[in-house]
C-alpha cells in the first residue's frame, strides 16, 4: 500500500558526472525535488540543459553520481542495474521521443510484451484492450514500419500504460509528431493518467504542454532554478 504522506519520487542532492572525451562533464548538480502521489510534473529548459538526464535518474535508467533518489519509498540509487529493471517494470512506464518499439513485433506484440515479462496469463487480452482505449485496435496487426509517427506513439502509450504502472516518465512525448498528431497524443496521455491515477512527469518544449501540468520545474546549465504552479509558467 502506498505511503499517501510521502512524495512518489524524493531525490535529494542528485547529481550526474559522465566523462567525456576531455574529461569529466557535470550533466547535473544538487538536484532536490519531491513528486506526490498523481501530480503532474512538466520539466522544461533549453537543449542541453539536463531534462532528460533527470528523467532517466527517476527512471533509474541513468545511475546517479552523487545525491539519492527513492521512488515509491526505494533507494534506486543502492540498486543494481538487475534490480532496477525489476522495480521499473512492477512500478514505471516510460515513454519516449523515438517510440522505441520493436521492429519485428506487431503493435499487439509490442503491448503484451512487458505484460508477459510480468507474468500476467491475460497478455494479450488485456493488450488489445489497451491498443483499444488508444484507438488503435484496428491496427493491432500491423507492424510498427506500417504505422505513422501518431499511431507508433499511441502504441508506445498502451504499452507503458498496460501493466497500470504508479509512475508514467514522458521524455518529449509529441516532440516527434505534428501539431495535429502532438495534441492527440497530448489528450489521450491525460486522459490515461485520469483514468489510471498515475504520476506524470513530463519532459517538454511544448509550452501548451507544459501549461497542463500541475506544476512545472525549469532547468538550466544542470540545475533546478525554477518551481512553480504550471499557469505562471505558462505566462
Request: hydrophobic share 45%; charged share 20%.
Amino acid at each position: 500500500m502506498t505511503d499517501h504522506s510521502r512524495p512518489v519520487l524524493h531525490l535529494s542532492d542528485a547529481s550526474l558526472t559522465l566523462n567525456g572525451n576531455t574529461g569529466p562533464v557535470r550533466i547535473l548538480q544538487d538536484i532536490t525535488l519531491d513528486v506526490q502521489k498523481g501530480e503532474t510534473l512538466g520539466m522544461i529548459g533549453a537543449s542541453g540543459s539536463g531534462k532528460s538526464s533527470l528523467l532517466m535518474l527517476m527512471g533509474g535508467l541513468e545511475q546517479a553520481t552523487g545525491g539519492t533518489i527513492h521512488a515509491l519509498g526505494q533507494d534506486l540509487t543502492a540498486m543494481n542495474e538487475d534490480a532496477l529493471a525489476r522495480f521499473r517494470r512492477a512500478h514505471m512506464g516510460v515513454v519516449f521521443q523515438n517510440f522505441h518499439l520493436i521492429p519485428a513485433m506487431t503493435a499487439l506484440e509490442n503491448v503484451a510484451t512487458p505484460l508477459e515479462l510480468a507474468g500476467e496469463t491475460d497478455a494479450f487480452e488485456r493488450a488489445q484492450a489497451e491498443l483499444d482505449a488508444v484507438g488503435l485496435g484496428h491496427r493491432s496487426g500491423h507492424y510498427p514500419a506500417q504505422l505513422s509517427g501518431g499511431e507508433q506513439q499511441r502504441v508506445a502509450l498502451a504499452r507503458a500504460l498496460a501493466p497500470r504502472p504508479e509512475i508514467l516518465l514522458a521524455d518529449e512525448p509529441t516532440g516527434n509528431l505534428d501539431e495535429a498528431n502532438g495534441a492527440a497524443v497530448m489528450d489521450l496521455l491525460f486522459g490515461l493518467r485520469d483514468r489510471y491515477g498515475a504520476t506524470l512527469v513530463m519532459v517538454t518544449h511544448a509550452p501548451e504542454l507544459a501549461a497542463r501540468c500541475d506544476r512545472v520545474v525549469r532547468l538550466r546549465d544542470g540545475r533546478l532554478m525554477e518551481d512553480s504552479a504550471a499557469q505562471e509558467a505558462a505566462e
